[in-house]
């Protein structure tokens, strides 16, 4: 995370209790009318917070959250049996919440899950939490969980930047030759004049066996340099 540095996590400790809280009040302020209960900590089937959907003959659709608050990249296995037992119990989606990164790999299992068992899956994981949160950071109950909450955090407005891109060596033509490198180059163009702002480009390759990153920095994270749009 770049804004909501470790310093301001510390409340949290080692409280797991205090993450899934945040995660439960995250929730429900991004889809408001849902309610998501908290599950007790022994026997709760590999979820720490439930939503029921009342259906038509006294039936119920479920959506599960689980959390995961430590330092080292999360991995699937972490997660399996929240995975598995969503299946049986048939819950409808899932959302995971974790502190730190996914490990590699974890994206393109959980695409598999989805793909097979047609189950939605949400997962909000180190800087896709802090954005969730600076989203919502005009709530003073987001803004309590965390020290030094009076200190202002600037979201970045969708229309103060515009992202365009180009391929080269393509040539005017509009298919690849097998093994073909090809360069994605990316233009960033800042219209805010009062404010410089770095901006992350990922490549999600989650979905595709067709492609692969060949820069050798890039191939560990996917993640293209931060790139710096000044006014």
């Given amino acids: 995370m770049k804004k909501l540095t470790a310093e301001k996590w510390g409340k949290f400790g080692i409280n797991g209790v205090l993450f899934e809280e945040l995660a439960r009040d995250l929730l429900e302020l991004e889809y408001p009318g849902k309610s998501f209960y908290l599950t007790k900590h022994s026997h709760d089937g590999s979820k720490d917070a439930v939503c029921e959907i009342p259906l038509l003959e006294q039936t119920k659709a479920e959506i599960w959250m689980e959390c995961k608050y430590h330092k080292k990249a999360l ?29 590699r790999g974890f994206d393109k ?11 939605e899956v949400i997962l909000y994981d180190d800087e896709a939490l802090e954005d969730l949160i600076i989203k919502h950071w005009d709530k003073e109950k987001i ?7 009076s200190m202002p955090i600037h979201r970045l407005e969708e229309s103060d930047i515009i992202i365009s891109y180009e391929i080269k060596n393509l040539k005017k033509r509009n298919f690849y030759y097998l093994n073909e490198v090809v360069t994605l180059q990316i233009y960033l163009t800042n219209r805010n004049i009062d404010k410089n702002y770095f901006v992350d480009i990922c490549l999600d390759m989650s979905d595709t066996d067709f492609f692969r990153i060949v820069s050798h920095k890039l191939k560990k994270k996917q993640r293209l340099s931060s790139l710096e749009a000044f006014s």
């Fill in 75 to 103: 991995e699937v296995k972490e997660v399996a049996m929240t995975l598995v037992m969503a299946m049986l119990d048939n819950a409808q989606q899932i959302v995971f919440f974790s502190y730190s990164k996914v490990n």
């Fill in 109 to 119: 299992y959980i695409a598999r899950y989805k793909k097979e068992l047609k189950k």
């Fill in 143 to 149: 803004r309590n969980y965390f020290l030094n909450a």
